[in-house]
């Protein structure tokens, strides 16, 4: 009687951390920002040579603070990979915003390097940039839209 009882506690246990672990709703607001950030980087990207192009003054100043572009790289990987890696082991299990986001990161970096390394300051660099830029945007909001659907299935 006594052993019964334990493994009928044993299974309701197991039954309430399942049941627990299915009600998991709660706002992460490091997705928020990362989706921000790569918005703020795509705007960065687009807007940088619309700027040398039109006023060379405000372009110039842009382009001395390159040290800009780069905190802004870091920042999208550190968010961007732990929001990524969150929404697909908690949510949705889902690889392609994952393919996405890196897809577009490794644009960006590979643009920076090819302007630390080969000083290119040319359309191609600001081209990587931006694709980049919006992959990895996209790559975010595709991931948030996945955990939200997620989270109103619970």
Same mark, same amino acid.
Request: hydrophobic letters at 45%; proline letters at 2%.
């Given at each position: 009687?006594?052993?019964?009882?334990?493994?009928?506690?044993?299974?309701?246990?197991?039954?309430?951390?399942?049941?627990?672990?299915?009600?998991?709703?709660?706002?992460?607001?490091?997705?928020?920002?990362?989706?921000?950030?790569?918005?703020?980087?795509?705007?960065?990207?687009?807007?940088?040579? %619309?700027?040398?192009? *039109? @006023?060379?003054? !405000?372009?110039?100043?842009?382009?001395?603070? =390159?040290?800009?572009?780069?905190? +802004?790289?870091?920042?999208?990987?550190?968010?961007?990979?732990?929001?990524?890696?969150?929404?697909?082991?908690?949510?949705?299990?889902?690889?392609?915003?994952?393919?996405?986001?890196?897809?577009?990161?490794?644009?960006? %970096?590979?643009?920076? *390097? @090819?302007?630390? !390394?080969?000083?290119?300051?040319?359309?191609? =660099?600001?081209?990587?940039?931006? +694709?980049?830029?919006?992959?990895?945007?996209?790559?975010?909001?595709?991931?948030?839209?996945?955990?939200?659907?997620?989270?109103?299935?619970?």
């Amino acid at each position: 009687m006594q052993f019964s009882c334990r493994i009928m506690y044993i299974c309701n246990s197991i039954a309430k951390m399942k049941l627990q672990k299915d009600t998991h709703k709660h706002t992460h607001y490091s997705e928020q920002i990362t989706v921000f950030l790569s918005v703020l980087c795509t705007i960065h990207c687009v807007v940088t040579p %619309v700027l040398l192009v *039109l @006023l060379p003054s !405000v372009g110039y100043f842009f382009e001395q603070y =390159h040290w800009v572009e780069y905190v +802004i790289i870091v920042s999208v990987f550190i968010l961007g990979t732990s929001s990524i890696l969150h929404g697909y082991k908690e949510h949705h299990q889902n690889k392609i915003p994952a393919f996405v986001f890196f897809l577009g990161l490794m644009l960006l %970096v590979s643009a920076s *390097l @090819l302007k630390i !390394v080969f000083h290119l300051n040319h359309t191609s =660099h600001h081209l990587l940039s931006g +694709i980049g830029g919006i992959l990895a945007g996209f790559g975010q909001l595709y991931n948030l839209k996945l955990n939200n659907a997620a989270q109103k299935l619970v």
